[in-house]
């Protein structure tokens, strides 16, 4: 990639092109009144080779006109590859294993992981306030990567926290390091559950037996950067579940088995729009230094939405 000769903000992911922030960016810059209007895409396979992620963090730290980064995907991977590459880490980055937003302060280069605090945010958006005091529902959450790891740390700190958190994944390495982020964390013993899955079958049973009301959400990526779904399309999902798909855009799987049972079942189905426009906002204000009220975050809401 060639380095534009003026500042500009940076989006790490696998196919940066397809993502509607490229539209709404410029809109966003406008409202915030931001220096720049450009955002360039940093582009990198699935579990990029180490060096190419030490190469794109070298890249932002050494541009003048670099001013900081949003990263998706290679969360986990960029934390793995270069933290000794950045000057501070917020105790998320730390304990998560993740980096979701690079931003620099003059010389030193920072990491934060931004998802704790933006997918409860989004969360808020639609669960009706104590859902989980009020019915006995449970959480299931398909997939122990960084945005699974990021909403069971954040229901573990809800005043409204459900009784049991089931996190699943097909990777037992994945599982232990979720196990250790919570004790890390202080998360009270017997609050989530790690389950693996060897199958998709093995994680619609655990599904279908979730309470009504329950919270079923896929944080595996799967319909996003690779086609699928975790759940098989006969899987059953509780009574009135709310069924959150953190994607937005992609082939959606997951979202569509969902949408099929919607009626019959009365689910709550929501897409990752609310997500997406909490996590590029809150990274857009980390790497801008600004301080976004509840009512801007409504306005580039009201601008992304026609763009979408």
């Given at each position: 990639?060639?380095?534009?000769?003026?500042?500009?903000?940076?989006?790490?992911?696998?196919?940066?092109g397809s993502?509607?922030?490229?539209?709404?960016?410029?809109?966003?810059?406008?409202?915030?009144?931001?220096?720049?209007?450009?955002?360039?895409?940093?582009?990198?396979?699935m579990?990029?080779?180490?060096?190419?992620?030490?190469?794109?963090?070298?890249?932002?730290?050494?541009d003048p006109?670099?001013?900081?980064?949003?990263?998706?995907?290679?969360?986990?991977?960029?934390?793995?590859?270069?933290?000794?590459?950045?000057?501070?880490?917020?105790?998320?980055?730390?304990?998560?294993?993740?980096?979701?937003?690079?931003?620099?302060?003059?010389?030193?280069?920072?990491?934060?992981?931004?998802?704790?605090?933006?997918?409860?945010?989004?969360?808020?958006?639609?669960?009706?306030?104590?859902?989980?005091?009020?019915?006995?529902?449970?959480?299931?959450?398909?997939?122990?990567?960084?945005?699974?790891?990021?909403?069971?740390?954040?229901?573990?700190?809800?005043?409204?926290a459900?009784?049991?958190?089931?996190?699943?994944?097909?990777?037992?390495?994945?599982?232990?390091?979720?196990?250790?982020?919570?004790?890390?964390?202080?998360t009270?013993?017997?609050?989530?559950?790690?389950?693996?899955?060897?199958?998709?079958?093995?994680?619609?049973?655990?599904?279908?037996?979730?309470?009504?009301?329950?919270?079923?959400?896929?944080?595996?990526?799967?319909?996003?950067?690779?086609?699928?779904?975790?759940?098989?399309?006969?899987?059953?999902?509780?009574?009135?579940?709310?069924?959150?798909?953190?994607?937005?855009?992609?082939?959606?799987?997951?979202?569509?088995?969902?949408?099929?049972q919607?009626?019959?079942?009365?689910?709550?189905?929501?897409?990752?729009?609310?997500?997406?426009?909490?996590?590029?906002?809150?990274?857009?204000?980390?790497?801008?230094?600004?301080?976004?009220?509840?009512?801007?975050?409504?306005?580039?809401?009201?601008?992304?939405?026609?763009?979408?």
């Amino acid at each position: 990639m060639t380095a534009p000769s003026s500042d500009y903000m940076g989006f790490v992911g696998v196919t940066t092109g397809s993502s509607s922030i490229m539209k709404v960016f410029p809109l966003w810059a406008d409202i915030l009144g931001l220096p720049t209007r450009t955002l360039v895409g940093h582009d990198l396979p699935m579990d990029a080779a180490p060096e190419l992620y030490r190469a794109m963090v070298e890249q932002i730290r050494d541009d003048p006109h670099h001013r900081g980064a949003l990263v998706t995907t290679h969360k986990m991977n960029v934390y793995a590859a270069a933290s000794d590459l950045f000057d501070e880490l917020d105790p998320f980055a730390v304990s998560c294993s993740e980096i979701s937003s690079i931003a620099k302060r003059g010389s030193r280069v920072s990491g934060r992981a931004k998802d704790p605090i933006t997918v409860d945010l989004a969360l808020n958006d639609f669960l009706p306030a104590d859902h989980f005091v009020r019915t006995g529902a449970e959480v299931v959450i398909l997939g122990a990567g960084g945005s699974g790891t990021a909403l069971s740390w954040a229901l573990s700190e809800r005043a409204d926290a459900p009784s049991r958190v089931i996190v699943t994944a097909r990777d037992d390495e994945k599982l232990e390091h979720l196990r250790e982020v919570h004790r890390q964390h202080g998360t009270r013993d017997g609050f989530i559950e790690y389950a693996r899955t060897d199958a998709p079958e093995d994680a619609a049973a655990i599904v279908a037996a979730a309470p009504p009301g329950s919270l079923i959400v896929n944080a595996t990526g799967l319909g996003k950067d690779r086609p699928g779904s975790p759940l098989p399309d006969n899987v059953v999902f509780p009574e009135g579940a709310y069924v959150w798909e953190f994607n937005y855009r992609g082939s959606l799987e997951f979202l569509h088995q969902a949408r099929a049972q919607e009626a019959e079942r009365g689910l709550h189905v929501v897409d990752g729009w609310r997500y997406f426009i909490h996590g590029w906002s809150q990274v857009v204000a980390d790497v801008f230094e600004l301080d976004l009220t509840p009512e801007v975050v409504e306005q580039l809401a009201e601008a992304a939405e026609g763009v979408r």
